[in-house]
T-cell receptor, first 121, second 116 residues
Framework: GAVVSQHPSRVICKSGTSVKIECRSLDFQATTMFWYRQFPKQSLMLMATSNEGSKATYEQGVEKDKFLINHASLTLSTLTVTSAHPEDSSFYIC?????????????????FGDGTRLSIL | AQKITQTQPGMFVQEKEAVTLDCTYDTSDPSYGLFWYKQPSSGEMIFLIYQGSYDQQNATEGRYSLNFQKARKSANLVISASQLGDSAMYFCAMREGMTSGNQFYFGTGTSLTVIP
């Protein structure tokens, strides 16, 4: 079945370091990818919507210069946390929506990566 | 094997009727949590309901209830008295182990359309 590979699964680094997280769809094309950050009580905050070949759409309150998103191909989106600080420590998860036009019509399945646990010391 | 399976890519329900969204899971961990999220077209993920593997009773949150059948490894979401605003994608998810930070496993979602 369709798989989304998110890498790395865990990162521990010093404050001020930039960290890149990759989200890759392995056997399908994803025009749209989403980046989420997990907060307490299981809520998942949408950070940005990444569309292949265009600039990401950031949600209100999310600093685009802090969280750089690049969706360079139909199978890869990256999130770079620049100059990370302890308050950026969290669980980040991506998801990829299959490109419209598949047999499923408009009900495109969405596939999630396994997440990245980011810890900034 | 898939950790979370949602077999209904799309569902339709008449307004004010109840609807059940299916979810089955696979785990050998005796301790796990099951979640349902609602995703409107905006992409945000709205947490709806949670069921712990040791919970004795089915979880309920307003119009949402979780039909937890542990032996069958199913965690179906029941939405009662459907409203037009319920039209969205719905995702079932599982977290193995009860320590925070464990990764989530998500299903591929069910698109629910509520018909007036």
């Amino acid at each position: 079945g369709a798989v989304v590979s998110q890498h790395p699964s865990r990162v521990i680094c010093k404050s001020g370091t930039s960290v890149k997280i990759e989200c890759r769809s392995l056997d399908f094309q994803a025009t749209t990818m989403f980046w989420y950050r997990q907060f307490p009580k299981q809520s998942l905050m949408l950070m940005a919507t990444s569309n292949e070949g265009s600039k990401a759409t950031y949600e209100q309150g999310v600093e685009k210069d802090k969280f750089l998103i690049n969706h360079a191909s139909l199978t890869l989106s990256t999130l770079t946390v620049t100059s990370a600080h302890p308050e950026d420590s969290s669980f980040y998860i991506c998801s990829a929506r299959e490109t419209p036009g598949s047999n499923r019509g408009t009900n495109q399945p969405q596939h999630f990566g396994d997440g990245t646990r980011l810890s900034i010391l | 094997a898939q950790k979370i399976t949602q077999t209904q890519p799309g569902m339709f329900v008449q307004e004010k009727e109840a609807v059940t969204l299916d979810c089955t899971y696979d785990t050998s961990d005796p301790s796990y949590g099951l979640f349902w999220y609602k995703q409107p077209s905006s992409g945000e993920m709205i947490f709806l309901i949670y069921q712990g593997s040791y919970d004795q009773q089915n979880a309920t949150e307003g119009r949402y209830s979780l039909n937890f059948q542990k032996a069958r490894k199913s965690a179906n979401l029941v939405i009662s008295a459907s409203q037009l605003g319920d039209s969205a994608m719905y995702f079932c998810a599982m977290r193995e182990g009860m320590t925070s930070g464990n990764q989530f496993y998500f299903g591929t979602g069910t698109s629910l359309t509520v018909i007036p």
